[in-house]
């Protein structure tokens, strides 16, 4: 049996708690921004009310399986971009996407915000990723339908031309043997009318739930017709007529009583059995929020966090004593052997090529990796590149990329250069990518990026027997601060989507367990894929 | 003792109560049991038991040959019938006789000549004991009944000569109904008891119904121990009884008991009896009938006596002396007695029926429960809704009262509604908490303003919604730090209750494994607390015990009848609950349909209408015979029946489609 790790961390000091209050303020500053989405979308209840639908949340509430955990994925997507003012943006990207369970199955919901207004419902970048992640993971998805529709004065080309990723992932997950249920509570026009079209299973309220390739206007415009709605694409039209759509449901609530339905009946099952008993880690992960410093530059043994995740505290730690930088350790959670990766500082050749060589072992036992992200690069200097760092870097980069077992970032910390590549960012395709909120990403430090400047400019206007005037130098080198720090922050990554969403530090262990188990299900199930997608003929 | 091996030919819980005190005898003992009871917990506390067949009681506890072979197959040399079923069948206690089997119970004769209103009256008359002026002649045509009845006057009973329990039993309080009432109660005696012979007596109004035990061995002793009131009756059923009754004198109970005494006497009883009499206002007493079995209600004079009257019983017909005498009999405190039948008390006692999920008796002090029923019994509609008695011994008849009322508080049958509630109410009620009931009571001034059925509390609302949530997320093979985990901001998980017409959006939040924030509101935006309920230990079922969000702790008993509805009981509350939040619309629109359907599990007595017939909501469509009442079934709508699909005779499961109508301005023109 390994020897749990001994925490040095003292819970009673000074430090201790005001790193807390500061997390913990972190969190609370997610949290007001996901009561605000809520609040927005919650307005809408009177138009909901006169239409007898319910809210898009509870149409969510009512379809979760009770107590059943839900990780509810990129809540912050979006800030700031519908609005500048962070008093005001409604982030959110107008859409409610998450794993849950419904009738007893895992399944990845994608639910319209359609209470949100549109301005603040920008296009399918978190459909789109739901999708890869049930591809990926083997999760049923379920599509909560309602489209706002497309603001033509906001039309931009690339747009519609992505846009059609959409309809592209949706065939392949049909053909990959994951079926795709979706709900149609409101309009889905033009484009939209394909999430039905490309769909397993469409539920359609009567009444409410349309689907047309062209609505009224346009049909008028194209061709003169007069068209009603609901002979165009009503629900009722498509359950009868059409059939497009397979189930009509009476109102909003019967839909999600069907959808439920559904779901049971595709017998979708669990493929894995759950790990039996998982021992609780010594160290509360509830001290997570005060264990480690907020600010990245203060440097702190990345073995106190994972004594916080991992069963029992408890791990094997490989090679300790050499790139010492570099923290590997083989352990369990929640019952599930996963290695850790994580950083004491910036990486070295040593550490480079230790974490390559552990990557690759995990992938000859098939033990999912995980990285605990808080590195400010690889280091430079004379002596790391004739140590190789370059060569060594890249071997660690290669190894993250061919990587064949799952691989799953959490950015507790910083995320700066190619640091962010080696410990498998968001272009290395993790399988999930969650930040803590006080995560920094950056190409580089601000500070660093000003000075690295202001030494070039100076160089280059001495060369040319000039000199520079100081105060134009300092606001130059404040703007390339101000650049990179306004870059820097979670808020500003998770708004592009770059993550899966900001966690609670608290949270980590839970969502770390849950995550996992979601890979082992999807590497037990057995698909049955077939060629070209299930028709609806 | 001239028998070793006794067969109890009944079931439920005399039967448990007969081999209680057999086995204390060293007796061993034989339990029968018919098709529909082979889950019955009666079986295991007999030694052995035989299987008679039968699903009616005609064709199983009734049928006489069936008990004779039984006793021969099991070596059974004696047999006690318990009440009801055999217990006063002169014949059967004969061909006990003849088949040398000791019949535990009094001579063939006594029972022959007390199982006739008319004869016993007669006997009893001539023996000086005080009887109710009547007419209790042979000839039973409609115009000598007018006749006398005219002469006794009204109001007047009608009673069955043959009958018992209040059956083939009728208040006439007027000429004009009298023809009415005489048809109606020769068809039910006739029914019932196989003869249509009636009596009639004067009503004795506002009276009292005070009985005394009597027993007698063979040897010429009888002694009798003191009496029972049974006032408390609803539609001549006992409901609460107790001993001694409130306003006995030590002189009335000596009159009272000498007549009884005398009663037994002048037929050479034997065994245990029960001589029951009408108390008038004014103090005077008269003769009603003797049953010659043990009865119901025993428990209660065994508590204030001392004495196993099951045991005597045994101990007498082996032929002992009864070597207790009258001066030796001391009553000693107050025993009163609640009859828990499976009957809807705030729905014209409608009987219910369904499978036992769990039982809790009530402990205590003075408290003893005689009951048969275990977890996963089906109470049927084939025999008598009893389902158990609470008894309660208290140092005063107040003492008693708070015990009887506290147990059954405590106590909780799960599965079949009950008529907990109304007994609570009763045993509460100014008149008879001032021990002034009369047998006219329950029926009479109580319906006035008939006890009220009780609420489940908001708290209870609240529990139930927790129950739900926590046996859900059970159902989940999760790791216990997720079950109940939101990621982002917490979501409560909406569920929509009812219980009976009361329905509640309610949503729960875990604020723990086991704390859980229950508030009201129809969608996520809108929620106003209802109240926090913390569970003090893990589960969803059996006795649980929580505290309300001021710490206040309790204890609510919870069994599931299905995955999706749940039963309570509180302490004066019992009910179920179902999540109707995913019902399809034509569920939960709740509109009547043309569709009437049996109510329960019975037998047709009489299909009402025909095809084509024009009715109206409520009007009776037919009458379904179900635990021994008839009942009418109503139309649910207003419209024209367009088919009828059942026929008198046939057995009915409940929900049967009984008769198909269609809705009024709906019909084909």
């Given amino acids: ?537 | 003792m001239a028998f070793e091996k006794v067969l109890i030919a009944n079931r439920g819980e005399i039967a448990a109560r007969i081999a209680r005190s057999a086995k204390a005898l060293g007796l061993r003992t034989v339990a029968v049991y018919s098709e529909a009871d082979a889950g019955a917990a009666h079986l295991a506390t007999c030694d052995e038991a035989v299987a008679i067949g039968g699903l009616s009681t005609a064709e199983s506890y009734l049928d006489q040959e069936k008990i004779l072979e039984a006793c021969r197959v099991s070596g059974a040399q004696a047999v006690h019938p318990g009440y009801g079923f055999l217990a006063e069948n002169a014949d059967f206690a004969r061909r006990c006789h003849d088949a040398r089997i000791v019949f535990v119970g009094p001579p063939v004769e006594a029972i022959a000549l007390m199982g006739n209103k008319a004869e016993a009256k007669r006997r009893m008359v001539q023996a000086g004991v005080p009887c109710v002026p009547g007419y209790q002649g042979h000839d039973q045509s409609d115009a000598v009944l007018r006749e006398h009845a005219a002469e006794i006057g009204y109001p007047l009973m009608v009673k069955a000569a043959a009958g018992g329990g209040g059956r083939g039993m009728r208040l006439v309080t007027s000429a004009a109904g009298l023809d009415a009432a005489l048809q109606s109660a020769r068809s039910e005696a006739r029914n019932a008891f196989g003869s249509d012979e009636l009596i009639l007596e004067r009503a004795v109004l506002h009276a009292r119904h005070v009985e005394v035990q009597v027993m007698a061995d063979g040897h010429g002793h009888v002694i009798h121990l003191g009496e029972r009131d049974c006032s408390a009756q609803r539609r001549h059923q006992k409901v609460i009884e107790e001993a001694p009754c409130s306003v006995m004198t030590e002189s009335l109970r000596a009159a009272m008991g000498h007549a009884a005494v005398q009663a037994a006497q002048s037929i050479g009883y034997m065994g245990a009896g029960t001589v029951e009499f009408l108390l008038a206002e004014d103090g005077q007493f008269y003769f009603l009938e003797m049953n010659t079995r043990i009865q119901v209600e025993h428990p209660v004079t065994e508590l204030v006596t001392g004495l196993d009257l099951v045991a005597w019983q045994l101990r007498v017909a082996a032929g002992e002396k009864l070597t207790v005498s009258q001066e030796q009999v001391t009553l000693q405190g107050w025993a009163m007695e609640a009859r828990l039948y499976a009957e809807d008390p705030f729905d014209g006692f409608v009987p219910q029926t369904g499978t036992v999920l769990d039982v809790r008796w009530p402990q205590g002090e003075g408290i003893r429960v005689d009951q048969a029923l275990a977890a996963g019994m089906a109470v049927t509609p084939y025999y008598d809704p009893m389902l158990a008695k609470v008894i309660a011994w208290g140092p005063d008849r107040d003492a008693a009262r708070r015990r009887l009322l506290h147990a059954l508080e405590d106590a909780a049958v799960l599965g079949v509604g009950t008529n907990r509630a109304f007994l609570q109410a009763l045993l509460r009620h100014p008149v008879f908490v001032a021990g002034k009931a009369t047998t006219d009571w329950i029926d009479g001034q109580l319906m006035l303003d008939p006890p009220r059925r009780p609420e489940a509390s908001e708290v209870l609302w609240a529990l139930a919604a927790v129950l739900f949530h926590v046996r859900r997320a059970a159902a989940l093979p999760l790791a216990p730090g997720l079950r109940y985990w939101c990621s982002a901001l917490d979501m409560d998980a909406p569920i929509k209750l009812s219980c009976r017409e009361r329905i509640e959006p309610l949503r729960i939040r875990a604020v723990s494994p086991n704390v859980f924030q229950v508030s009201r509101g129809e969608q996520c935006d809108a929620v106003q607390e209802v109240a926090t309920i913390r569970l003090l230990a893990p589960g969803h079922a059996g006795v649980i015990s929580f505290a309300d969000g001021a710490g206040h702790r309790n204890t609510v008993h919870a069994a599931w009848e299905t995955s999706e509805v749940l039963h309570l009981a509180a302490t004066g509350f019992e009910g179920s609950f179902r999540d109707v939040l995913m019902l399809s619309p034509a569920q939960r629109g709740g509109t009547a349909s043309g569709h009437c359907m049996a109510p329960m599990a019975g037998k047709i007595l009489a299909v009402k209408v025909e095809p084509g017939a024009r009715v109206k909501k409520g009007q009776a469509l037919c009458i379904i015979e179900a635990m021994k009442m008839e009942m009418e079934v109503p139309s649910p709508i207003d419209g024209v029946v367009q088919e009828v699909l059942v026929q008198p005779g046939l057995q009915v499961k409940p929900r049967t489609l009984m008769v198909r109508i269609e809705p009024a301005g709906q019909e084909a023109a």
């Fill in chain 1, 1 to 537: 049996m390994m020897e749990p790790f001994e925490s040095t961390v003292d819970v009673t000091s000074e430090t201790y708690r005001r790193q807390r209050e500061g997390m913990l303020d972190l969190v609370a500053q997610v949290r007001s921004l996901e009561a605000r989405v809520r609040a927005a979308s919650a307005k809408a209840r009177p138009k909901f009310d006169a239409r007898q639908q319910i809210l898009p949340r509870e149409r969510v509430a009512r379809l979760l399986d009770h107590g059943a955990p839900f990780l509810e994925l990129a809540t912050l997507a979006g800030y700031r971009q519908d609005e500048d003012d962070p008093d005001k943006t409604i982030p959110g990207g107008g859409s409610i996407i998450g794993i849950g369970y419904v009738s007893g199955v895992r399944c990845i919901i994608v639910a319209s915000d359609s209470g949100i207004t549109a301005a603040a419902r920008p296009g399918g970048q978190k459909a789109v990723r739901a999708q890869h992640i049930a591809l990926q993971s083997r999760l049923p998805l379920i599509n909560l339908v309602e489209s706002g529709g497309a603001n033509l004065r906001d039309y931009q080309m690339e747009h519609f031309v992505y846009g059609g990723e959409m309809f592209y992932n949706m065939a392949r997950l049909s053909a990959a043997g994951v079926p795709v249920i979706s709900t149609v509570h409101g309009n889905c026009t033009a484009g939209g009318a394909y999430i039905p079209g490309m769909s397993d299973y469409v539920i359609m309220v009567r009444g409410r739930g349309k689907a047309f390739l062209a609505g009224p206007p346009l049909v008028k415009a194209a061709t003169g017709e007069d068209a009603d709605e609901q002979s165009l694409g009503g629900a009722e039209m498509h359950a009868t007529i059409s059939g497009l759509a397979e189930y009509l449901a009476e109102d909003d609530a019967d839909a999600i009583r069907l959808t439920r339905e559904v779901m049971a009946s595709l017998d979708w099952g669990r493929s894995v059995a759950e790990p039996g008993h998982a021992d609780e880690p010594l160290y509360d992960p509830d001290e997570l929020c005060g264990v480690v410093p907020l600010d990245y530059r203060r440097p702190y043994d990345m073995r106190e966090v994972a004594a916080r995740i991992a069963d029992g505290s408890r791990w094997s730690d490989f090679k300790p004593l050499y790139g010492a930088d570099m923290v590997c350790l083989r352990a369990k959670v929640g019952g599930y052997a996963c290695g850790f990766i994580g950083n004491n500082g910036p990486i070295t050749p040593n550490g480079a090529t230790k974490c390559a060589q552990f990557i690759q072992l995990c992938c000859q036992t098939n033990t999912p990796l995980v990285f605990l992200q808080n590195t400010t690069g690889y280091v430079v200097g004379t002596d790391p590149e004739q140590g190789g760092m370059i060569k060594h870097g890249s071997k660690m980069i290669q190894a993250v990329s061919n990587a064949t077992v799952p691989r799953i970032t959490f950015n507790i910390g910083a995320s700066f250069g190619a640091g962010n590549y080696g410990m498998c960012g968001r272009a290395y395709k993790p399988h999930f990518l969650f930040a803590w909120p006080n995560a920094r990403m950056n190409v580089m430090g601000g500070e660093q990026a000003a000075t690295t400047m202001s030494i070039v400019v100076e160089a280059s206007m001495k060369r040319r027997g000039m000199e520079m005037d100081p105060g134009m130098l300092a606001a130059m080198k404040q703007e390339i601060v101000d650049l990179f720090n306004r870059q820097e922050d979670a808020l500003y990554a998770t708004a592009r989507g770059l993550d899966d969403g900001i966690i609670d530090p608290r949270d980590t262990r839970r969502v770390l367990t849950y995550v996992l188990s979601i890979c082992a299900e999807a590497a037990g199930r057995s698909m049955h894929p077939n060629t070209f997608g299930v028709a609806r003929l």
